[in-house]
T-cell receptor, first 111, second 116 residues
Framework: AQSVTQLDSHVSVSEGTPVLLRCNYS??????LFWYVQHPNKGLQLLLK??????LVKGINGFEAEFKKSETSFHLTKPSAHMSDAAEYFC?????????FGTGTSLTVIP | DTGVSQDPRHKITKRGQNVTFRCDPI?????LYWYRQTLGQGPEFLTY????????KSRLLSDRFSAERPKGSFSTLEIQRTEQGDSAMYLC??????????????FGPGTRLTVL
């Protein structure tokens, strides 16, 4: 069985401060892990993915995530938040065809 | 690469009516997926096609739901006798089959269905 748990439903940060969005996963197999972002009225956009290569994955717009097998975590970080980062973020686990999404974390960026 | 497109973007219908949604995947993508997303939740898998073959269906896909991909290109999702519980965002995604690792799925903007 596969699942992800996004530990925070809402995160609020000030512009220019670091962002941390937390994700824990459960998978019976070696998983691939993804982070997607969803802006209002727009489709899901891939931020980054982990597929058993380097454990530190760099994505678009300055985001990165670290795969920690011992902690079954795949947290998303960014050193400095921008107003345009305000959106819904989804952590996804997959070891086959199907994607299993978390319930999402809504990021608010305060000017 | 023009991305995944979906039509319509919004649909309002009365309970009991039938609706049909269309998805055009990225050209040369042989896999196509349908998901449903309700408010406050992440998308949930509904069904998946490899070329024109529908290879997997979720238990969420009741008998009132049917999906087709007749020529391995665009796909349609039909809901018959809609119910208020069908109100959701219906997302389509496509991917290229990649050996050894799960594909990266590219999502369309979705069709928001409201059943009155």
């Amino acid at each position: 069985a596969q699942s992800v748990t996004q530990l925070d439903s809402h995160v609020s940060v000030s512009e220019g401060t670091p962002v941390l969005l937390r994700c824990n996963y459960s998978s019976s197999y070696s998983p691939s892990l993804f982070w997607y972002v969803q802006h209002p009225n727009k489709g899901l956009q891939l931020l980054l993915k982990y597929t058993s290569a380097a454990t530190l994955v760099k994505g678009i717009n300055g985001f990165e995530a670290e795969f920690k097998k011992s902690e079954t975590s795949f947290h998303l970080t960014k050193p400095s938040a921008h107003m345009s980062d305000a959106a819904e973020y989804f952590c996804v686990v997959s070891s086959s065809i199907k994607f299993y999404f978390g319930t999402g974390t809504s990021l608010t960026v305060i000017p | 690469d023009t991305g995944v497109s979906q039509d319509p973007r919004h649909k309002i219908t009365k309970r009991g009516q039938n609706v049909t949604f269309r998805c055009d995947p990225i050209s040369e993508h042989n896999r196509l997926y349908w998901y449903r997303q309700t408010l406050g939740q992440g998308p949930e898998f509904l069904t998946y096609f490899q070329n024109e073959a529908q290879l997997e269906k979720s238990r969420l896909l009741s008998d009132r739901f049917s999906a087709e991909r007749p020529k391995g290109s665009f796909s349609t999702l039909e809901i018959q006798r809609t119910e208020q519980g069908d109100s959701a965002m219906y997302l389509c995604a496509s991917s290229v089959q990649t050996s050894g690792v799960p594909d990266t799925q590219y999502f369309g903007p979705g069709t928001r269905l409201t059943v009155l």
